[in-house]
């Protein structure tokens, strides 16, 4: 079921595909857990890449991810990396690429 879900979006094309694998892939996991809301969104520091997690399957625009490496809860990487992970919400998923060097908070 999750699959065709991903699959309607994967019809899109290389656009579409491209979007979610360079810049959105955070967003891509916040839709799936809209539509399945049992799983969770999780983050691979390595690939610095979020997939959404069901049932022990990660998955992203191009199906299931599991074997990319470690996954972590998003809540849980947010706890162990604080400063990081405030870094990864400002440029990555909220593309606030504009700084004010005044408002910096580090």
């Not at 390595?46 to 022990?56: A, Q, S, Y």
């Not at 604080?82 to 998923?93: D, Q, S, T, V």
Request: net charge negative; with cysteine; charged share 30%.
């Amino acid at each position: 079921m999750i699959l065709d879900f991903i699959n309607e979006f994967a019809k899109g094309g290389y656009q579409v595909n491209k979007c979610f694998l360079h810049g959105n892939c955070y967003w891509f996991a916040y839709i799936l857990r809209g539509r399945f809301p049992k799983g969770g969104i999780v983050y691979n520091a390595v690939e610095n890449h979020f997939g959404f997690k069901l049932d022990n399957e990660v998955y992203d625009i191009r199906g299931i991810v599991t074997n990319l490496g470690d996954w972590e809860d998003w809540g849980t990487y947010h706890l162990k990396d604080p400063k990081h992970a405030k870094r990864i919400e400002k440029y990555c998923i909220l593309k606030d690429f504009y700084d004010d060097p005044e408002s910096e908070e580090d």
